[in-house]
């Protein structure tokens, strides 16, 4: 990555467009505090390989043709929180949901605005999963299909990050903040990952300082932001009133070394 910096530095190379992209980091409460779910991705992997990471990726084309499938606040009230229009908002919101069914098997989605799947661990549903996965399938024609409505009362917007202008491959994220549903269970089901885990915030943060464990700055700078919560409840009541703002990382070179600096 300082090699990277580096090179587009000193070539005065233009940046690549920053792609739109969800993230959403997955909560649940256990006797010792709220736990988050994390997954390592493949070393194959173009972007972030090996990096810990939340489930995510980027926005589909379709994503923001689930407006009929919706249930909880409006496109317009999550893009006024994140700063966006409605339909851009109404795809981040799709993303997330989406993207975390495809890499943990987790579902906010529910047949009406107040129940959710219970359980998504069935073949058919991990054939749908496959499919949604390889693009075969549709989010909205997922939902028609089931009868389901998007639960977007579940999810909290959390952090805006962009990936710096270094980076060959950019995304523009927002990163929402979601509890594991009432029956459900996370499942080690994406091929970008080699590894998946639960664990409490503070034990992320305290890995990543070791050495023990590889993040980028967003997912360590939000495991750090957690790790006062006591309950997935206070992190979700947290979610409605706090700042989201832009966070562009740029690179200070000092001495022939890059630095990454955050305004955080």
């Known amino acids: 990555m300082a090699a990277e910096a580096l090179s587009y530095l000193r070539e005065r190379r233009t940046p690549v467009e ?3 992209a969800s993230t959403v980091i997955l909560t649940r409460d256990t006797a010792a505090g709220p736990e988050v779910y994390l997954l390592r991705r ?8 090996g990096m810990t990471v939340f489930p995510g990726g980027r926005v589909d084309a379709t994503d923001s043709s689930i407006a009929d ?3 909880g606040p409006s496109p317009e009230w999550f893009g006024g929180r994140m700063g966006c229009s409605a339909e851009d908002a109404a ?3 799709a993303a997330a949901v989406r993207e975390t069914f495809e890499e943990s098997g987790v579902l906010l989605a529910g047949p009406d605005a107040e129940s959710v799947v219970s359980d998504t661990s069935g073949d058919d549903w991990e054939a749908d999963r496959v499919a949604l996965e390889s693009r075969e399938l549709g989010f909205a024609d997922f939902l028609h299909r089931r009868g389901l409505v998007l639960r977007a009362d579940l999810l909290g917007v959390w952090a805006h990050w962009i990936t710096p202008e270094f980076e060959p491959r950019r995304y523009d994220t927002r990163f929402f903040v979601a509890a594991l549903p009432a029956g459900q269970v996370t499942r080690d089901v994406t091929s970008e990952s080699d590894q998946v885990a639960w664990m409490p915030p503070a034990e992320a943060v305290r890995a990543v300082e070791a050495g023990e464990m590889l993040m980028l700055p967003p997912t360590y700078l ?3 932001d957690l790790i006062p919560y006591a309950a997935v409840a206070d992190v979700l009541t947290a979610s409605t009133d706090r700042e989201i703002r832009p966070i562009l990382p ?3 070179v000092e001495n022939d070394q890059a630095y990454l600096e955050t305004t955080t």
């Open 18 to 20: 920053a792609r739109p």
């Open 42 to 49: 493949q070393q194959s992997m173009a972007f972030a390989a």
């Open 69 to 71: 499938s919706w249930s």
């Open 91 to 93: 795809a981040y919101v």
């Open 222 to 224: 939000c495991c750090r």
């Open 250 to 252: 740029t690179v200070r």
